[in-house]
């Protein structure tokens, strides 16, 4: 918590002081509870333990980035990694008590790599209609000597039933146009800039504008896995409207929950770690004046490393 940063680094920090005022906002679930007793609240318990008291058919829009079926430690706890049919079964001992929470019309995202993959795909099929499996790149790590490098990560889209939500014009790219085409000598489906030439694309199932938070992003916490704020904000207007709830049952340093609130959404969710959950709360707090998402801005994804991070206030 207290380690020596570098002048630049703007990784989020909980201060020893800080612990017991955002620990004081977690709660623990000790029996079937309302579903106002768990929204916009932090949930540090067991997974195991608190789904078994979450409301039945609450939840508008499931995120699940779950440990991935290799070798990792999160804060003292370490996972291992395991053949398919292991991991696969470690998968369905949680995914099916997930599913009575889920409204009738609720979409599921799924997050694996490669190693996590086929035992996602063998799992979600057996509750979910299953519709994409997008692939977005990695821009950050290390480089293999006998492999190629590993750069990218998967997140399986999935719904309750053949009635869901997506909206396309939400999630459109900017981009800039390379060979601008001109019909009459006016742009044909492209806009002239004083910064360039772009154009609105429609999202595909592979998404190269993310980029990982890292020391120098304000988003940047200490966690091992952290989530993208950008990539949660294209889920969380793609697959839900103002008002609904998101659910995290994996929820680590809070992005999910961040992203929600920043986009008006209601949010709930569940981490072991009490230390993760006091970074969930302090970034949420900071979410209620800075609204800001890295690569978001005015309402459309940039490519990736093309707008500045520029903080954007709540309206009063």
Not at 122 to 127: D, E, F, I, R, V
Request: net charge positive.
């Amino acid at each position: 918590m207290n380690k020596e940063r570098a002048p630049q680094n703007r990784t989020l920090q909980v201060d020893e002081n800080e612990i017991p005022r955002l620990t004081k906002k977690l709660i623990t679930l000790t029996s079937p509870v309302r579903v106002d007793k768990v929204i916009n609240k932090t949930i540090n318990q067991d997974l195991f333990d608190a789904v078994e008291k979450l409301p039945d058919a609450f939840v508008d829009l499931l995120f699940i980035d779950p440990p991935y079926n290799l070798k990792k430690s999160f804060h003292g706890l370490t996972f291992n990694k395991t053949s398919i049919d292991e991991y696969t079964e470690y998968l369905e001992s949680w995914l099916g008590k997930l599913v009575r929470i889920l409204k009738p019309d609720a979409a599921i995202y799924i997050c694996g790599d490669y190693h996590s993959s086929t035992s996602i795909h063998l799992a979600a099929q057996k509750y979910f209609h299953i519709h994409n499996r997008i692939t977005w790149q990695r821009e950050k790590g290390r480089g293999a000597s006998h492999n190629w490098k590993n750069a990218s990560e998967d997140i399986w889209f999935c719904s309750m039933s053949g009635k869901y939500k997506f909206y396309v014009d939400r999630v459109k790219e900017k981009r800039k146009v390379i060979a601008p085409y001109k019909v009459d000598g006016k742009p044909k489906d492209w806009e002239a800039t004083e910064d360039g030439n772009f154009r609105l694309t429609h999202p595909s199932n592979i998404w190269t504008d993310i980029s990982v938070p890292y020391w120098s992003m304000p988003e940047n916490t200490d966690h091992p896995t952290q989530k993208p704020e950008k990539l949660l904000a294209k889920i969380i207007l793609a697959s839900s409207d103002e008002g609904d709830i998101v659910f995290d049952p994996f929820l680590g340093s809070g992005t999910t929950s961040v992203v929600a609130k920043k986009l008006g959404r209601k949010y709930s969710g569940i981490e072991a770690n009490p230390l993760y959950c006091c970074y969930a709360e302090k970034r949420l707090e900071l979410a209620q004046k800075d609204t800001t998402i890295q690569g978001y801005v005015d309402g459309v994804f940039w490519e990736r490393n093309s707008v500045p991070y520029q903080p954007k206030k709540k309206n009063k």
